[in-house]
């Protein structure tokens, strides 16, 4: 919900850089909270913040403020009354919407489905943490084992993965941007139906 026609570009080439559909909605099309709601992302300025503010709709993620300028003290206002979690000054932050919308997209089509997570720490070596962890992981439909011990001879040993091909840590080194979980997960190794990092 952009006024501004230079935000309005702004987004329409960000969001074509990241692949995702934007639909506008002006100031003469209330928001629903349906519409509120079903939205992967929602980008405002800061009339639509103050606008949204004021018709009480529920916290959500994914909802940025964009402005031309430096951010005003109302500008940052509306943003807190809306629940953004970001504000972000075009063209000069065009990087972080661009994280935000692939960051929406990605959530949008995993349909935000999230597991558990069970944190499995032994009190000291050989107290058979690692064991517990991969007995929890075989029991389950679905599951991802990381092993976060950085002097652990890796998780993968204990499920006869040594020799699985795909991705390790040392593979995930990352100087900077943003990985995209579902080509992380399948580029996995999946020894005995676990996926194991």
Do not use: Y
Request: hydrophobic fraction near 50%.
């Amino acid at each position: 919900m952009l006024t501004d026609p230079g935000l309005r570009d702004e987004l329409d080439r960000v969001a074509a850089a990241v692949g995702v559909r934007v639909v506008h909605l002006g100031g003469r099309h209330p928001v629903s909270r349906k519409t509120w709601s079903a939205a992967a992302a929602v980008v405002l300025d800061h009339a639509a913040a103050d606008r949204c503010g004021r018709l009480a709709l529920p916290r959500r993620t994914h909802v940025s403020v964009l402005t031309g300028t430096e951010a005003a003290t109302a500008t940052w206002a509306a943003a807190i009354t809306v629940g953004a979690q970001h504000v972000l000054r075009m063209p000069e932050q065009e990087g972080e919407l661009v994280r935000e919308l692939a960051e929406a997209a990605e959530s949008a089509r995993d349909d935000g489905i999230c597991g558990a997570v069970v944190a499995v720490i032994g009190g000291r070596g050989g107290a058979g943490a690692s064991l517990f962890a991969v007995a929890l992981a075989q029991a389950a439909a679905e599951a991802l084992l990381v092993d976060l011990d950085p002097w652990a001879g890796g998780i993968d040993l204990l499920v006869g993965g040594e020799t699985a091909p795909g991705l390790r840590w040392p593979d995930l080194a990352l100087q900077g941007g943003r990985l995209n979980w579902s080509a992380v997960r399948a580029a996995l190794p999946r020894p005995r139906g676990i996926s194991v990092l």
